[in-house]
């Protein structure tokens, strides 16, 4: 059963892409002329993306901490990365920003063709002169005020735990001045992991916001900032997961 739901939301998924790159095509023709920065339809490709999630109501989206994000200020948001299925659901976080993105989910019919014309920021991964290229891109929108999401660890976690953080996204904070903000994603490694071929369609996803950090309080220092958001959300992660368990027994008991 679990096989036939798989491929059934794979036909889904790439059925309601269709449509919807449709109408996303007309919002871009008609908004991208008073709307340089594309926010307009970032939000319809948050509607988008986070919609496959919500029409299962056996995947429980829980999201804290979204008012911490400002959608009018500019950021530089990193988040953990366990599974694709994070994509879709910082989706649902339904702030302004552009994600950072290998080059082969550009390459994706319709869901690539949405991230170009979203004006999202590509690179080649191990290719330098393309990541030479996305910092530089980044840069340029963080000074044009549109906020950057990326996943500091490079490449989905194997193991559902939070591993090394590179240094590009908190340079990034550091050269241009403005906050990180760090996003802690948990539960979307047991419903799609990174070298599982088949979905589980019943799950808890956490997401949470923390705080803004501020790169002058570590005399925008990198490697600082790095090590101390890490640190942050790596301790995040764990206290997530313990009251995550300790509700189970209550749940269980109800």
Not at 13 to 24: E, R
Not at 35 to 59: E, K, S, V
Not at 61 to 89: F, M
Not at 158 to 164: R, T, V
């Amino acid at each position: 059963m679990t096989k036939i739901l798989t491929w059934l939301a794979v036909v889904y998924f790439f059925v309601a892409a269709f449509v919807l790159f449709i109408i996303a095509g007309l919002i871009c023709l008609s908004t991208c002329w008073f709307d340089p920065n594309r926010r307009i339809l970032h939000y319809f490709a948050c509607a988008w993306g986070n919609h496959y999630l919500r029409i299962n109501p056996l995947w429980r989206l829980h999201y804290e901490g979204l008012e911490r994000i400002d959608s009018n200020k500019t950021y530089v948001l990193v988040a953990n990365h366990q599974s694709l299925v994070d994509i879709v659901v910082l989706y649902g976080l339904f702030k302004p920003f552009k994600w950072v993105s290998k080059e082969s989910i550009f390459q994706v019919p319709l869901v690539g063709w949405n991230m170009m014309i979203n004006q999202y920021v590509l690179i080649k991964r191990g290719d330098l002169k393309s990541i030479k290229e996305m910092m530089q891109t980044c840069r340029n929108w963080l000074n044009r005020g549109a906020s950057i999401l990326m996943f500091p660890e490079g490449t989905r976690s194997e193991d559902g735990e939070m591993h090394d953080f590179r240094d590009g996204s908190f340079r990034l904070a550091a050269e241009c001045g403005v906050p990180v903000v760090p996003i802690v994603v948990d539960g979307t490694h047991d419903i799609l992991a990174k070298n599982g071929g088949w979905i589980k369609f019943t799950g808890d996803i956490r997401v949470k916001v923390l705080p803004p950090v501020d790169p002058q309080a570590f005399n925008n220092k990198s490697a600082a900032i790095r090590d101390h958001v890490h640190d942050l959300m790596k301790r995040t992660l764990s206290e997530m997961r313990e009251k995550q368990a300790a509700r189970q027994p209550a749940r269980i008991a109800g």
